[in-house]
């Protein structure tokens, strides 16, 4: 059975860092591309960070995260990080892990959510100011 599981979230000052975990179970993290997303209250999911699969070893991110926050990869984990930094209270919602089923993956600007076949549950963000 496939599935993600999202760990690391919580409540954290404006500045501060979180590091958001996602184990993965039922395949390896290796073969898929990853990404992460987030939904804040009242606004529509949209995508912050996106990892290759390892034939590529690429990665996107939006223009409001980047240099702040780094997707990577534990193969021996089966896990995918999320490290955030310098957090901004418009960091504030859930955040979901997902994986496409493609091996090969390129991540491209703004990966539409359809692409990603697996998702987690979501984990809670909150930066206060």
């Known amino acids: 059975q496939v599935q993600l599981v999202e760990s690391g979230g919580g409540l954290v000052q404006s500045g501060g860092s979180l590091r958001l975990s996602c184990r993965a179970s039922g395949f390896t993290l290796d073969y898929f591309g990853l990404g992460w997303f987030r939904q804040a209250p009242g606004k529509d999911r949209e995508g912050v960070s996106c990892l290759s699969s390892s034939t590529y070893d690429a990665t996107w991110y939006p223009d409001s995260v980047k240099g702040r926050f780094t997707i990577s990869r534990d193969s021996a984990k089966n896990t995918v990080y999320l490290q955030m930094s310098s957090l901004k209270p418009e960091d504030t919602g859930v955040y979901f892990c997902?994986?496409?089923?493609?091996?090969?993956?390129?991540?491209?600007?703004?990966?539409?959510?359809?692409?990603?076949?697996?998702w987690g549950r979501g984990t809670q963000v909150n930066v206060s100011s």
């Open positions: 997902a994986a496409v089923d493609r091996s090969g993956y390129l991540c491209a600007d703004d990966p539409p959510e359809y692409e990603f076949d697996y």
